[in-house]
């Protein structure tokens, strides 16, 4: 049963500390995506890669947000430092990316609490 | 710029009962793709049922089907037969191949299934 997954799934931290999240996309796929959602603004893209390459960081404060793909097999989301604004649930989604459209799976999400 | 609406922040229906969820959507292309997930209080994002805008005939998954009406920019969602296990947040969701298939997604529709 192939499915996303992220680590950790909660994390609860001061401002001021970095966070990292983990994903592992489902193997095969080629494309990763990053969202965040929160009540205010509701589900939100972040950054994606297609083949490992960012291809849009546009939706990430790049002053704090980082987005990488060290390998296949895993993306991370880093945050440093950390502010309670950042509070979210972020979810990291994976495709196959053989066409446009492509149906995303998503991982549980990692629940940040930023005190 | 896509987007999308979903009007019914939030709907209850009787189990058994059928009950249809509202999105409406924004675009000036012409090949694109819509999406219904769903979100139940394990905050797991699941796929519901996709569409492909080329596609004159609508998407049906089991007790799950759409309205796709393309000149109105209209894609609702029918659950026939609700069961209790369909309550979750329901969001809307649209992407395009110009867009690098990200997700643009619907504040959301809060669906209670009650006994």
């Known amino acids: 049963d192939a499915r996303v997954t992220q680590t950790p799934r909660d994390k609860v931290t001061e401002m001021g500390q970095e966070v990292t999240m983990r994903c592992q996309p489902i193997l095969g796929h080629n494309t990763v995506f990053w969202y965040r959602q929160t009540m205010m603004q509701g589900l939100e893209l972040l950054a994606y890669f297609r083949n490992r390459a960012p291809l849009d960081d546009s939706g990430m404060p790049k002053d704090r947000f980082s987005a990488e793909m060290p390998d296949a097999t895993l993306a991370t989301l880093k945050i440093q430092p950390s502010e309670p604004r950042d509070s979210a649930v972020y979810f990291c989604?994976?495709?196959?990316?053989?066409?446009?459209?492509?149906?995303?799976?998503f991982g549980p999400g990692t629940r940040l609490t930023v005190l | 710029a896509q987007t999308v609406t979903q009007s019914q922040p939030e709907m209850s229906v009787q189990e058994a009962e059928t009950v249809t969820l509202s999105c409406t959507y924004d675009t000036s292309e012409s090949n694109y793709y819509l999406f219904w997930y769903k979100q139940p209080p394990s905050r797991q994002m699941i796929l519901v049922i996709r569409q492909e805008a080329y596609k004159q005939q609508n998407a049906t998954e089991n007790r799950f089907s759409v309205n796709f009406q393309k000149a109105a920019k209209s894609f609702s969602l029918k659950i026939s037969d609700s069961q209790l296990g369909d309550t979750a947040m329901y969001f809307c969701a649209f992407s395009s191949e110009t867009s690098g298939s990200r997700l643009t997604f619907g504040e959301g529709t809060q669906l209670t299934v009650n006994p």
């Open positions: 989604a994976s495709g196959s990316g053989l066409a446009g459209g492509d149906t995303q799976y």
